[in-house]
C-alpha cells in the first residue's frame, strides 16, 4: 500500500547543529507540506512544494528550509537548531488539485533541540 | 485564508450522535470544507470534505449551510475511538491546509 513516512520518529539534537528530518511518500503525489505542532497547539506550516524543484515558504518559515529534488522526497533542514524548534513536525502530501483531494500525513518526528 | 471558528470542547456519551459544528463566514465561493481529526499521538487525518451538498461517507456526514458560512461534522454514533480533535479547514485552490486549534471531542463510556 502506498504510504508517507517520517524518519526518524524521535531525535535530540544540541543547539546550533544542523538537523534533516526526512519525509518519503509513495503516493506519487505533487503537493507536500511540513508542519509544526507546539504543546496543545494546531498544526502551522512551514514550507510546502507543488512539485520537483518548486518550494515555498509558510507561515513560520524561518530558520528552516526544503529541496524537492524528485517527487517522493521532501527533507526539511534545520540550518541552526534552537530551543524554540524543538517541537513535533508532520509531514503531508495530497494530489493536485489539493482542495478537491485529502492529504494524508506522517506519524510525525518528536525534536527537542537541547 | 478562510478563518474558522470552532468550540475548543465538547463531550460525548458512546452510541450518541455528535454534531460538531464550525463557522466559516469569510469561506470564498470556490473554498471546499474539509474536516480532519487528530487523534493522540499520531498525525492528522482525513475525515470528510465538502463544496455545497452535503456529504456522507463511513466516518462521518457533513452539513453544509445553505449560504456557506457554517458547518456541521456528524458522528452518528460515537465510539471511544473517536476521541480527538477535530479540524474545520476551508480549502482554495492553493490546495494549502491552514489549520486553527481545533474542537477536542472526548466520548465517556
Known amino acids: 500500500d502506498a504510504e508517507i513516512t517520517q524518519s526518524p520518529r524521535h531525535k535530540i539534537t544540541e543547539t546550533g547543529r544542523q538537523v534533516t528530518l526526512a519525509c518519503h511518500q509513495t503516493w506519487n503525489h505533487n503537493n507536500m507540506f511540513w508542519y509544526r505542532q507546539d504543546l496543545g497547539h494546531g498544526l502551522r506550516l512551514i514550507h510546502y512544494s507543488y512539485g520537483v524543484q518548486d518550494t515555498n515558504k509558510g507561515e513560520v518559515s524561518d530558520g528552516y528550509s526544503v529541496s524537492r529534488s524528485n517527487t517522493e522526497d521532501l527533507p526539511l533542514t534545520l540550518e541552526s537548531a534552537a530551543s524554540s524548534q524543538t517541537s513535533v513536525y508532520f509531514c503531508a502530501s495530497s494530489e493536485s488539485p489539493g482542495n478537491v483531494r485529502k492529504a494524508f500525513f506522517g506519524q510525525g518526528t518528536r525534536l527537542t533541540v537541547v | 485564508d478562510a478563518k474558522t471558528t470552532q468550540p475548543n470542547s465538547m463531550e460525548s456519551n458512546e452510541e450518541e450522535p455528535v454534531h460538531l459544528p464550525c463557522n466559516h463566514s469569510?469561506?470564498?465561493?470556490?473554498?471546499?470544507i474539509h474536516w480532519y481529526r487528530q487523534l493522540p499521538s499520531q498525525g492528522p487525518e482525513y475525515v470528510i470534505h465538502?463544496?455545497?451538498s452535503n456529504v456522507n461517507n463511513r466516518m462521518a456526514s457533513l452539513a453544509i449551510a445553505e449560504d456557506r458560512k457554517s458547518s456541521t461534522l456528524i458522528l452518528h454514533r460515537a465510539t471511544l475511538r473517536d476521541a480527538a480533535v477535530y479540524y474545520c479547514?476551508?480549502?482554495?485552490?492553493?490546495?494549502?491546509?491552514?489549520f486553527g486549534t481545533g474542537t477536542r471531542l472526548q466520548v465517556f463510556p
Open positions: 479547514i476551508p480549502v482554495d485552490n492553493t490546495d494549502k491546509l491552514i
Open positions: 465538502g463544496l455545497t
Open positions: 469569510t469561506i470564498s465561493g470556490t473554498d471546499y
